[in-house]
């Protein structure tokens, strides 16, 4: 164990970072999903400390919780690696010289449970299966891209891939839940081939709960011959396709059931996002279906609730972005400029790292980002980064560039945030 938390029930039994944990009930477990699954139940915990003495703690009622433990290796053995060969792979799409944890070509099952990554289902065996069914494993993110058999093993550059509808079915037959992902190539799964998906995965309704459907994202670095990311034209086709089936399926289903991503509809050059009552309580809003529309939906409501005798003073702030959130955030500097009577300047970063295309605020580069602070007067007094680029731990940019080397690149105060409430606090706190 790295940690244990302080005052929770499994440090109050004895156990102690530095522990390795062997057996639950006298059975090993395998990784972090055992640990949730057996923990709360167990009545016995075989430990072995730092210095190799193995003792059995007995939890005398306690319930013990998962959450309250950190582990060195979620998974340990190393992760399941993918087998297929797709040209838009994401990590075949970077260059040199990065974290060694990027370069991992994850098709994993239990990543997908535990953090909601995608897999292709081209990998598993009997026993995975028998343990994604025994444990109901569910739901799982599964990028199925196209049902048509050829046009997905073309996509997946894998002539050995299995048919997807019988795998997604035998997944239903376990009970499993599916959150489906169609990444969009032109002329390749759009068209006459993404509705015949929409419509053969409506089909496995309520097994398969949405499919979302993104566009194609290609860096600079990715080496294709059949791969194209939609123009905005063909974007907006595929965008109207999905809401021409959204009525029918929401009559049928009782959910609209698929969904364009926001990249999709900013593409389009459809900046006008649909409500929050079109995305069904958000099922797929980790694949950047329906987060433009939560930030600005939360920004209305935190403004409704900040008084205006808390306004601060009117002063000089920059927000930094990716161009995918920046009209979203240009939306939201026009409301504060109405509620409070100045406005935010926003800055859309432009990634010459990975390529123009890629607008995402999470893969913007620390030498962007520097070179965009560089174009901010120096008579700004805060400026707010992204906290996507700096990575779950908040320490490091993709390419090596730490938040306090950014940070320096600017005479003013830098800050991070990720939410409309961080970006509130943030306006709040000049006075």
């Known amino acids: 164990m790295q940690s244990v938390e302080s005052g929770s029930a499994i440090e109050a039994l004895?156990?102690?970072?530095?522990?390795?944990?062997?057996?639950?009930?006298r059975l090993v477990p395998r990784d972090v999903i055992d640990l949730q699954l057996e923990l709360s139940e167990a009545r016995c915990l075989t430990i072995e400390r730092v210095d190799g003495e193995r003792i059995e703690l007995e939890s005398a009622g306690r319930v013990l919780d998962a959450a309250a433990l950190t582990l060195a290796e979620a998974v340990p053995?190393?992760?399941?690696?993918?087998?297929?060969?797709?040209e838009f792979c994401f990590i075949r799409g970077l260059p040199g010289g990065l974290r060694r944890s990027l370069y991992v070509f994850d098709d994993d099952y239990r990543y997908s449970f535990l953090w909601g990554n995608f897999l292709t289902l081209t990998n598993l065996d009997e026993a995975e299966w028998a343990r994604i069914g025994y444990q109901r494993l569910s739901p799982l993110n599964v990028s199925v891209h196209a049902t048509d058999p050829a046009v997905r093993?073309?996509?997946?550059?894998?002539?050995h891939a299995p048919e997807i509808l019988p795998q997604l079915r035998r997944l239903a037959g376990l009970g499993i839940r599916v959150n489906a992902q169609v990444v969009l190539c032109a002329g390749v799964n759009d068209g006459p081939v993404l509705g015949q998906t929409i419509a053969e995965l409506a089909d496995l309704h309520p097994a398969v709960q949405s499919v979302s459907v993104v566009p194609v994202g290609l860096t600079r670095y990715s080496r294709v011959k059949n791969t194209r990311r939609p123009s905005a034209a063909e974007a907006d086709r595929a965008v109207a396709q999905v809401e021409g089936f959204q009525p029918k399926l929401r009559e049928k289903l009782g959910v609209g059931f698929v969904y364009a991503s926001d990249e999709l509809y900013l593409l389009a050059g459809r900046l006008a996002l649909?409500?929050?009552?079109?995305?069904?309580?958000f099922p797929v809003l980790s694949n950047g279906v329906g987060l433009l529309r939560t930030m600005l939906d939360e920004w209305r409501g935190l403004l409704e609730h900040t008084a205006r005798r808390s306004i601060p003073r009117a002063h000089k702030i920059a927000w930094l972005t990716g161009g995918l959130a920046a009209p979203a955030l240009e939306r939201m500097a026009d409301a504060w400029q109405v509620h409070a009577g100045w406005r935010p300047d926003v800055v859309t970063v432009t990634n010459h790292f990975f390529g123009e295309g890629v607008t995402v605020s999470g893969l913007l580069?620390?030498?962007?980002?520097?070179e965009a602070l560089h174009?901010?007067?120096?008579?700004?007094?805060?400026v707010v980064l992204p906290r996507g680029p700096f990575g779950f731990d908040g320490n490091a940019t993709l390419d090596g560039v730490s938040a306090e080397e950014v940070g320096a690149a600017h005479p003013g105060r830098v800050h991070l945030a990720a939410?409309?409430?961080?970006?509130?606090t943030i306006l709040s706190s000049a006075r």
């Open 375 to 382: 174009t901010v007067p120096a008579d700004v007094e805060d």
């Open 77 to 86: 053995g190393g992760i399941r690696e993918c087998n297929n060969h797709c």
């Open 365 to 370: 580069s620390g030498r962007d980002l520097i």
């Open 419 to 424: 939410t409309p409430r961080e970006l509130l």
């Open 14 to 25: 004895g156990v102690r970072a530095g522990d390795r944990l062997l057996a639950i009930d």
């Open 153 to 159: 093993r073309t996509l997946l550059n894998n002539r």
């Open 274 to 281: 649909p409500g929050a009552e079109a995305y069904d309580g």
